[in-house]
């Protein structure tokens, strides 16, 4: 574990940045590493982003949170969080009884979030009924229940929508952070929030802090476009990689 820290902070200090500059994807680079490496399980290590998604939503969006859509907020919470509960007991069913699927199952996600970022989805000229956010935030919780995942149904429903891009970005952050903070509370009631997430997460922070403050202060000198085919680039590989570690 000692030898692997650096590469665990590189993945977390990746997946921040992109996050702060895009509105998700630090879970996705973290759990590839972790896959890869197996410096941790993937519920220790999804409970600690958690606590790493906490940290950037303080940094990233409690200074501007008159910027965030919270009605986009809220109705995307009331599908989400039913389905987030639900996600982190079969996390801990299939962590039990099905590993080889579990590592499977988050290759095909990491995939999916690559078809995500591959192309902007055609911009809606009106909002989206409240149904429609409400069963995209009950898939997207199910997934961040079982991974702290929780970006690519989300992430596509929200870019259909004829909101400006700035505005799409932090209220991505704050949604995922408040999910994360229903997560923390249900894996506190099993008592699963032991003594190797809490050090997981918070050995991560000071990378979270300074790595969203940079993203935000100093975003990459990329048209969107370009950020998107390099973004998807980076989650094929990592999806590729995953996905065939499983198989094997």
């Given at each position: 574990?000692?030898?692997?820290?650096?590469?665990?902070?590189?993945?977390?200090?990746?997946?921040?940045?992109?996050?702060?500059?895009?509105?998700?994807?630090?879970?996705?680079?973290?759990?590839?590493?972790?896959?890869?490496?197996?410096?941790?399980?993937?519920?220790?290590?999804?409970?600690?982003?958690?606590?790493?998604?906490?940290?950037?939503?303080?940094?990233?969006?409690?200074?501007?949170?008159?910027?965030?859509?919270?009605?986009?907020?809220?109705?995307?919470?009331?599908?989400?969080?039913?389905?987030?509960?639900?996600?982190?007991?079969?996390?801990?069913?299939?962590?039990?009884?099905?590993?080889?699927?579990?590592?499977?199952?988050?290759?095909?996600?990491?995939?999916?979030?690559?078809?995500?970022?591959?192309?902007?989805?055609?911009?809606?000229?009106?909002?989206?009924?409240?149904?429609?956010?409400?069963?995209a935030g009950a898939l997207g919780g199910f997934f961040g229940g079982l991974f702290?995942?929780?970006?690519?149904?989300?992430?596509?429903?929200?870019?259909?929508?004829?909101?400006?891009?700035?505005?799409?970005?932090?209220?991505?952050?704050?949604?995922?952070?408040l999910t994360s903070l229903g997560r923390l509370t249900v894996v506190s009631l099993h008592g699963d929030l032991t003594?190797?997430?809490?050090?997981?997460?918070?050995?991560?922070?000071?990378?979270?802090?300074?790595?969203?403050?940079?993203?935000?202060?100093?975003?990459?000198?990329?048209?969107?476009?370009?950020?998107?085919?390099?973004?998807?680039?980076?989650?094929?590989?990592?999806?590729?990689?995953?996905?065939?570690?499983?198989?094997?």
């Amino acid at each position: 574990m000692p030898e692997s820290i650096p590469l665990f902070l590189a993945a977390v200090a990746v997946g921040c940045y992109i996050q702060t500059v895009t509105g998700f994807a630090l879970g996705i680079f973290v759990l590839t590493v972790v896959t890869l490496t197996q410096v941790a399980s993937i519920p220790v290590t999804a409970t600690a982003l958690n606590i790493m998604n906490l940290m950037l939503a303080s940094v990233v969006v409690l200074p501007r949170l008159r910027q965030v859509n919270w009605r986009l907020v809220v109705l995307s919470l009331a599908g989400g969080l039913p389905a987030m509960a639900v996600g982190v007991f079969a996390l801990g069913y299939l962590d039990r009884n099905a590993e080889h699927l579990l590592h499977l199952l988050l290759g095909v996600i990491i995939f999916a979030a690559g078809a995500v970022m591959a192309r902007r989805p055609h911009q809606r000229d009106t909002l989206s009924s409240p149904p429609a956010f409400i069963g995209a935030g009950a898939l997207g919780g199910f997934f961040g229940g079982l991974f702290s995942i929780s970006g690519p149904p989300v992430v596509y429903q929200f870019y259909r929508q004829p909101v400006p891009a700035a505005t799409l970005r932090l209220t991505l952050v704050a949604l995922f952070s408040l999910t994360s903070l229903g997560r923390l509370t249900v894996v506190s009631l099993h008592g699963d929030l032991t003594g190797d997430v809490l050090r997981t997460g918070l050995m991560s922070l000071p990378v979270v802090a300074l790595v969203s403050w940079l993203g935000h202060r100093y975003p990459p000198p990329l048209s969107e476009p370009a950020m998107r085919r390099l973004v998807f680039l980076l989650l094929m590989l990592s999806g590729g990689a995953v996905t065939l570690l499983a198989l094997l």
